[in-house]
C-alpha cells in the first residue's frame, strides 16, 4: 500500500484545513488510518484514527476540532482541522495498518505503511 498525503499549507489561525491520504496499490477500506504530526524538536503525536474503516479516535488534544472521516470509494481517509492555532504547525503523516488492534490506534509502531508527510503552517 503506497499512502500519498497532500492538502497542507499555510493558513492563519482560527482557519480550517483538510488533510487528504490517498491510498494506491489495493483498496482498503478495511484497514486502519491514523494521522500523525511532528513539530519541529518535538515527538511524533496521534491526533486521529478511524479503525478498520469504523470507529474514529480523536485524542483530546484536538477534540472539537479535529474530525477524522473516509470515502472508502476513492481509497481516501480525511483529516478536518478547524480552529486551528498556531501549535498546530507540524509535518502531517498518515499511516495505515491491517493488523491493528483498537487499543493500539495512537501508538506509531502498529503502522507498516505511512505517507510522505505534508506541512501545515498555521500564522498567528
Known amino acids: 500500500v503506497q499512502l500519498q498525503a497532500s492538502g497542507g499549507g499555510l493558513v492563519q489561525a482560527g482557519g480550517s484545513l483538510r488533510l487528504s491520504c490517498v491510498a494506491a496499490?489495493?483498496?482498503?477500506?478495511?484497514?486502519?488510518v491514523a494521522w500523525f504530526r511532528e513539530a519541529p524538536g518535538k515527538e511524533r503525536e496521534f491526533v486521529g484514527a478511524?479503525?478498520?474503516?469504523?470507529?474514529?479516535t480523536i485524542p483530546d488534544s484536538v477534540k472539537g476540532r479535529f474530525t477524522i472521516s473516509r470515502d472508502n470509494a476513492k481509497n481516501t481517509v480525511y483529516l478536518q482541522m478547524n480552529s486551528l492555532r498556531p501549535e498546530d504547525t507540524a509535518v502531517y503523516y498518515c499511516?495505515?495498518?491491517?493488523?491493528?488492534?483498537?487499543?493500539?490506534?495512537?501508538?506509531?509502531?502498529?503502522?507498516?505503511?505511512w505517507g510522505q508527510g505534508t506541512q501545515v503552517t498555521v500564522s498567528s
Open positions: 499511516a495505515a495498518s491491517s493488523t491493528m488492534i483498537r487499543s493500539n490506534v495512537a501508538s506509531q509502531t502498529g503502522y507498516a505503511y
Open positions: 478511524n479503525f478498520r474503516g469504523q470507529y474514529p
Open positions: 496499490g489495493r483498496a482498503f477500506s478495511t484497514y486502519t
